[in-house]
């Protein structure tokens, strides 16, 4: 039922902290509301140990509710330091700010608060259906949990998505304190598995132990019973425990689901805390996130004088920064799943890309907190002294690139007939005067059927070749020290289309050419319908392919990079959604990568041996039955067999229908996997938009090269600027002559203007 005004009838459903919070909320606010609160379990029931809550979180609780923020700030421990334990080797990062109490006795302050006001606490009871409460209360809560029966009753709305993840996991603690935030890694005959310990009383600890499924059940914890289990993690990482015991609480081993849904509130019901969305554990973040969703909820409440405005403004003030929170806690939880690969990092690095797990604690965050830790991790890496990580150079084949920053291939669409002209030369040749190592070009075309759009630039002429050394000539004369590359592709059944600014992959109005791909498949409904390549003209174009490469060795290229991802040619032959052939270049995937690396090794043929040549790959088309993660990492030891000196970790765009997860430096872990599973170098590329995040990405040793794109069509001078900010002048950023006098940030105008220091009365 919708409430005319503010909802003096609640109903909430489940008693965890979000729940309780809520009510207690919403009851002093308003002490004649009628709040009732339904929790199947006891009071004194709750699983798990420990809670963490930040400062942040904490301080919307003291301005709201100071009561309750007094009892908690009573109860807290407080640290600031992680310990991460690997092979023997302890290593402490100071500076991180923690707090935390046990789970039971927030419960209690909650209970106690709620009951001083008056909410109606039903314990140990189930709520009505759903259907009913919302007939019978202006206003339903669900807060019960990532199982949510309210959830369910209206899956239909609601429309929920439970992804369930690779590790199992157990709650458990121990009677005495951590002196810090403990990550103990244990590398055991069955497997690796790890411990997350942290204080949350002067005398208790909550200890989560952690492993892959397939090592769980190889060391047997599915045959145990509890006392076993506890046993057994005790012995495990009895060094972490100084041979105490663990201890149990309703503990079980269970697998961590992502709950996200399409919508939170249906008629006068909604979500809250994980009946709404979960985040890992390992980002301390589930409390944290129910108890800011019951501050938002009665805020908008309070606001808005109509019910479903006042739910509508809920879920969008909530919905970006729960998002923000679980692509942090994906990239954590997913680090740990992989944890295995980073076993043989140096120490510092190996600890350095734990803290730097989620993304959300960076090079520079972790520099002020922990200014001597960092510059060990810097020392160990091999930077210089005052030498960002990002600013240490890298050598491919004969080439050595000053610093780590490339800039992407970016599609221009601005040539005439294949022929590059003076806005490549002023665009390319300004990204190289702006300090990246190495510039590359958009993806040049191997023939004028192969071309995306009209205005897509080629190397199948003279003409063309010749504008290309016009450019390189300039960029090595001008910009000496940087280092430009081609990147060489085939359009296959994504070409014959409009300039992007007239409409992106739609078709040309006029003037189309035939199309040719590995299967008859368009690209897009109602989309050409390309032909599929017989034998003979997949000659035709492998040589395309290497007459294209000829002539960019000719013009001067130091860098070539063979296009095999984003649905093109080469990629539609890699992909099993775009390739359907029944012959020797269909199929299996040894017999998808023959055509690529065919073609790969006819240009390698003919560039010159100590020129390196990179690929750019799809490591997933973020869509039902594409290319799978271990599929990626054969393409990746294929095209390094075959003499690839870096695979570029692109992903997507294969298929129109794809379904793809972006957030900040969303293609990296797929680039981290390949380096760390083949040790082939990598390139990653992909919402990566500060030097911070290259400089973390570099330092935990996920890749070895960052290209950025928009960041360089935002700010051709990305990198010379990046050196100012963090106070760099050495050789990895070399300003040119005549751009020297700017390579100080500009003066800005005074903002420390005297405050008003005394106050007459009249």
């Known amino acids: 039922m919708e409430a005319a005004h503010r909802p003096l009838r609640v109903a909430v459903v489940g008693g965890g902290p979000g729940g309780l919070y809520a009510a207690a909320l919403l009851k002093r606010l308003d002490p004649a509301r009628e709040v009732t609160l339904w929790e199947r379990n006891a009071p004194d029931d709750t699983f798990g140990f420990g809670v963490v809550l930040s400062d942040e979180t904490l301080g919307g609780i003291e301005h709201a509710d100071p009561v309750v923020h007094a009892a908690l700030k009573d109860e807290f421990v407080r640290w600031d330091d992680i310990d991460i334990v690997h092979r023997g080797v302890r290593h402490t990062s100071g500076g991180h700010g923690f707090a935390a109490l046990g789970r039971r006795r927030l419960l209690e302050i909650l209970h106690e608060r709620c009951r001083s006001l008056g909410v109606d606490l039903r314990f140990g009871a189930e709520a009505p259906h759903p259907a009913r409460l919302s007939k019978a209360y202006d206003l339903v809560i669900a807060a019960d949990g990532v199982h949510s029966t309210t959830r369910e009753a209206y899956a239909e709305v609601f429309r929920p998505s439970v992804e369930e993840h690779r590790c199992r996991y157990i709650w458990l603690a121990a009677d005495f304190a951590f002196e810090a935030f403990r990550f103990e890694i244990a590398e055991t005959e069955h497997g690796v598995m790890q411990l997350h310990g942290y204080p949350y009383a002067a005398d208790a600890s909550t200890v989560i132990v952690e492993m892959r499924e397939e090592v769980w059940r190889a060391a047997g914890f599915a045959e145990l019973d509890t006392a076993e289990t506890i046993e057994r993690c005790a012995k495990i990482f009895a060094d972490a425990l100084d041979g105490l015991p663990l201890r149990s609480n309703n503990s079980a081993w269970t697998t961590f689901r992502t709950v996200t849904n399409a919508r939170w509130s249906h008629g006068n019901l909604v979500l809250l805390g994980d009946a709404a969305h979960t985040a890992h554990f390992s980002i301390g973040s589930g409390t944290k996130l129910a108890v800011e969703d019951a501050l938002a909820l009665v805020a908008c409440l309070q606001e808005h004088t109509s019910l479903r405005d006042a739910l509508v403004a809920y879920e969008e003030e909530r919905r970006p920064v729960v998002a923000s929170t679980q692509r942090a806690a994906r990239a954590s939880l997913e680090w740990f ?31 002020l907190r922990d200014a001597r830790f960092t510059e060990a991790v810097e020392r160990e890496f091999g930077c210089p002294p005052g030498t960002p990580p990002m600013f240490t150079p890298f050598r491919l084949r004969g080439l050595t690139l000053r610093n780590r920053v490339v800039v992407s291939p970016m599609d221009m669409y601005s040539a005439v007939d294949g022929v590059p002209g003076d806005f490549h030369l002023v665009h390319l040749g300004a ?24 205005g897509c630039a080629g190397l199948y002429t003279g003409r063309q070749a010749e504008a290309w050394r016009r450019i390189t000539d300039f960029v090595h004369t001008q910009a000496p020290g940087t280092a430009i590359g081609v990147q060489l592709g085939h359009s296959g059944r994504k070409g014959s289309t409009k300039l992007m600014w007239e409409g992106m992959d739609e078709p040309l109005e006029d003037g189309n050419w035939g199309l040719v791909a590995a299967s008859p498949i368009p690209y897009k409904p109602g989309g050409q319908t390309p ?39 080469l990629s539609g032959f890699l992909s099993p959604l775009t390739n359907r052939r029944t012959d020797a270049y269909g199929g299996a995937l040894a017999k998808r990568l023959r055509f690529p690396l065919e073609v790969f090794d006819a240009v390698r043929a003919v560039w010159p041996e100590e020129r390196p040549m990179t690929v750019r790959i799809s490591a997933t088309d973020w869509a039902e039955g594409g290319t799978t993660a271990e599929e990626a990492l054969e393409i990746a030891r294929a095209f390094a067999a075959h003499g690839a000196d870096a695979i570029d970790v692109s992903t997507g765009q294969v ?38 995040d290259v400089n973390s990405l570099i330092l935990a040793g996920r890749t070895d090269l960052c290209a950025l794109a928009r960041p360089h069509l935002y700010d051709p001078h990305w990198t010379l600027h990046a050196a100012a900010e963090q106070g760099y002048g050495g050789p990895g950023a070399v300003w040119p002559a005549p751009y020297r006098a700017g390579s100080r940030r500009p003066q ?9 220091r005394l106050a007459f009365s009249g």
């Open 655 to 692: 298929v129109a229908d794809e379904r793809p997860v972006y957030g900040r430096s969303y293609q990296t872990p797929y680039a981290d996997r390949i380096r760390h599973e083949t040790g082939i170098p990598v390139i990653a590329v992909g919402a990566i938009s500060s030097w911070d």
């Open 748 to 756: 800005t105008g005074r903002t420390d203007a005297p405050k008003p």
């Open 337 to 367: 799943e992989n944890l295995r690969l980073y076993l043989d990092q140096p120490a510092r690095q190996f600890a350095f890309n734990l803290l730097t797990r989620s993304r959300r604690v960076t090079h520079d965050n972790l520099r």
């Open 431 to 454: 990204r190289a005067l702006g300090g990246a190592a190495l510039v590359m070009t958009e993806m040049v075309c191997v023939s004028a059927e192969g071309r995306i759009t009209p």
């Open 531 to 569: 032909r599929e390549l017989s034998r003979a003209q997949l000659t035709d174009i492998r040589e395309q392919f290497a007459s294209a490469a000829w002539r960019a060795a000719r013009s001067g290229f130091d860098l070539l990079e063979l296009h095999c991802a984003h649905g093109y040619l």
